[in-house]
């Protein structure tokens, strides 16, 4: 049985446009999905195509407009203690040292105040964050503060890890760091992670396997396995390998073609706003400005 299965999974978002009145925003055209537990599963998709919006769905933060998801072969009906999320922005209590903003998740089940403790140091040390215990966030860079929203997360000792382009807002060598970190944790604690991106270099380097979605609403195009081994993902040049290298460039097509989907749509968009404008000639200047600009 797979540790997380969604069918056919739909999610459509009811937009207000005035008085009883709604646009219906298709977000989720039916999703299927499995992944196997200890898997590193990527989803990879353009910009909107509806990513968090599935990731939401696995977390049970919201319930779909139809399909399932199961985890352990049990329908998610709501958040639980199996599941632990990170964001991109992190989402730490300013007013709370790292030490107690690991503690957190743990007050509601954890009843001993030393055990909580030695747990979140242990935490922050698999982070690579002991000796900084005491610090508030803002005495923190974001990596840092990424690591202690990571920490935060493996406290809980969830299954399961949803990690929404947690590493996205970093600078890229703080990112390489925490891209091989995250690795060694998730593969030494056997979780099993949804991680999403938008970089597919990223994909390719923590995937086992990396879903493709499409444009919204979003499908999963296809499902790339990644024929890395744990030792070549070790190396400082596992960029170069030819796995690494072929995996990128058959993700970069299939991408392509989502991202220049959405460019059509909004470019459609603009020009039906646009016929639809009194300022037509403007507008229409600007499109072809735009058009020469990408090449379409
Ligand atoms: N709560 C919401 N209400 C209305 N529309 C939403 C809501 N959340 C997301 N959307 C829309 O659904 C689509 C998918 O969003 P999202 O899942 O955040 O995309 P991604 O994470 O892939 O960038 C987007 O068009 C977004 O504007
Ligand atoms: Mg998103």
Redo the contacts with the bound molecule.
């Keep these: 049985m797979a540790k997380i299965e969604s069918v056919n999974v739909k999610k459509i978002?009811k937009?207000k446009k005035g008085g009883n009145q709604y646009d219906e925003?298709p977000?989720l055209g039916g999703v299927d999905l499995k992944i196997e537990q200890g898997e590193f599963m990527v989803i990879v998709?353009p910009?909107?195509?509806?990513?968090?919006?599935?990731l939401d769905l696995v977390s049970g933060l919201t319930l779909p407009d139809s399909g399932t998801i199961t985890i352990d072969g049990k329908p998610v009906t709501g958040p639980g203690l199996d599941r632990a999320i990170v964001f991109q922005q992190n989402a730490l209590f300013p007013w709370r040292t790292t030490l107690e903003n690991v503690e957190f998740g743990l007050e509601s089940t954890n009843p001993d105040r030393d055990n909580r403790r030695e747990i979140a140091l242990d935490y922050l040390s698999l982070v690579g964050l002991s000796g900084y215990h005491n610090h508030y966030p803002h005495q923190l860079s974001g990596g840092m503060k990424q690591r202690v929203s990571i920490a935060r997360a493996l406290a809980l000792n969830p299954d399961i890890m949803l990690m929404d382009e947690p590493l996205a807002a970093l600078d890229a060598q703080t990112r390489e760091f925490l891209q091989r970190d995250i690795l060694r944790i998730s593969k030494e604690s056997h979780k099993t992670v949804l991680f999403?991106t938008h970089s597919i270099d990223e994909a390719v380097f923590l995937g086992d396997k990396v879903a493709v979605?499409s444009a919204?609403p979003?499908v999963i195009k296809e499902i790339l396995d990644i024929p890395l081994t744990a030792e070549q993902r070790a190396e400082d040049d596992v960029v170069a390998t030819k796995e690494f290298v072929q995996s990128r460039l058959i993700l970069w097509k299939l991408l392509k073609e989502e991202v220049v989907k959405v460019q059509e749509s909004q470019i459609r968009f603009q020009n039906q706003a646009v016929a639809q404008s009194p300022a037509r000639g403007i507008g229409n200047g600007l499109i072809n400005a735009v058009r020469v600009l990408t090449k379409i």
């Excluded at 910009?47 to 599935?54: E, V």
């Design positions: 978002f937009i925003l977000a998709g910009s909107g195509c509806g990513k968090s919006t599935f999403i979605m919204r979003g």
